[in-house]
């Protein structure tokens, strides 16, 4: 079989069969892709672990050659782990190919865990004002991210009927489809009940763009108004600015900020796994490091005599 089908074949039953993320199949297709650069269409049955060694040297290459691409080894890796993912689907498929096993991923450094301290916290916070509709707008979004620790994506596709202000919860739909409830502080409902009862429209998604649009939606089904993804993390880039935070501020980074502090005043991993929506406990375990540090400071602070 031509390298080309099966890989069209691959992403039809990744998203049919597996019923995959459309982001997951997207990435896969782009790594393929490169691949099927790499060996033009080959027949699958001649891909060799010296071809696959070849492909890696390649990448790397890329790295160090290309103005346009910058791939770390991380990222070279996630094209082996697709390439792994297709291998292991055509020998499901009895379709003659090298073993996926044989394909060693590169070592990765330890990834180092980027967040604010809390007085860095605080002054995000303090910065935030709240008297237009789209302060209130940027506050609630904010106090969102500290408050549950979803991910950008996550708060994007976030509906008005998603929050129960009586539980105090959002179900959020993250990776693989995967549904989890995540929960309210006092700060984050008051912010966010204070930017809702500020708005006068009827559109669906819970945070809308100020920009206007000629497309009128008096249902507001559609999702033109929705606050877009680059525009949260802009808002969340600039708001660090504001509050002369020196690090680059972003979704993420507030995201560290909830499983560090979680972690740090005692909460256990397998619930803040859980809270994150990680499907692997080892991704939850990097914010460890960072816990066990600042017990490490507290113990050398108070246990000299």
């Known amino acids: 079989m031509k390298l080309s089908l099966a890989i069209k074949n691959f992403l039809i039953y990744c998203e049919v069969a ?9 990435n896969y297709q782009h790594y393929l892709l490169r691949a099927l650069e790499f060996f033009s269409d080959l027949e699958v049955s001649k891909i060799d672990l010296m071809g696959v060694n070849n ?5 790397k290459r890329l790295n160090q050659n290309s103005k346009l691409e910058q791939l770390s080894v991380k990222t070279i890796n996630y094209h082996l782990i697709a390439f792994r993912a297709f291998l292991k689907f055509l020998q499901k498929n009895d379709i003659e190919c090298l073993s996926p096993e ?3 991923l590169a070592k990765v450094g330890t990834r180092k865990i980027e967040y604010l301290t809390r007085d860095e916290l605080v002054r995000l916070l303090e910065s935030l004002k709240s008297e237009t509709l789209i302060e209130k707008r940027n506050k609630a ?16 596709k976030l509906n008005i009927k998603d929050v129960d202000f009586e539980s105090n919860s959002i179900i959020i739909r993250g990776k693989g ?21 500020k708005r006068t429209d009827h559109f669906t998604p819970l945070f809308i763009s100020s920009r206007s649009n000629e497309i009128h939606d008096l249902k507001g089904h559609l999702d033109h108004k929705r606050f877009s993804i680059y525009s949260i993390q802009e808002l969340i880039k600039k708001q660090g600015i504001i509050a002369n935070i020196a690090k680059k501020v972003t979704p993420h980074i507030l995201r560290h900020c909830f499983a560090t502090n979680l972690l740090t005043n005692g909460a256990d991993i397998r619930s803040v796994q859980e809270m994150l929506g990680h499907s692997s406990i080892s991704t939850t375990q990097i ?3 960072v816990s066990n540090q600042k017990l490490k400071e507290l113990h050398q602070k108070y246990s000299e005599i």
Do not use: C, W
Request: charged letters at 25%; zero cysteines; aromatic letters at 12%.
């Open 177 to 197: 489809g995967k549904v989890r409830p995540v929960f309210l502080t006092q700060r984050s409902k008051d912010a966010l009940l204070d930017y809702l009862q």
């Open 102 to 104: 044989k394909i060693e």
């Open 18 to 26: 597996k019923n995959q993320s459309p982001k997951t199949i997207e």
């Open 287 to 289: 914010y460890t490091y």
């Open 141 to 156: 979004i904010v106090e969102l991210f500290i408050a549950t620790g979803m991910r950008v994506s996550e708060l994007h």
């Open 55 to 59: 492909f890696r040297l390649f990448l």
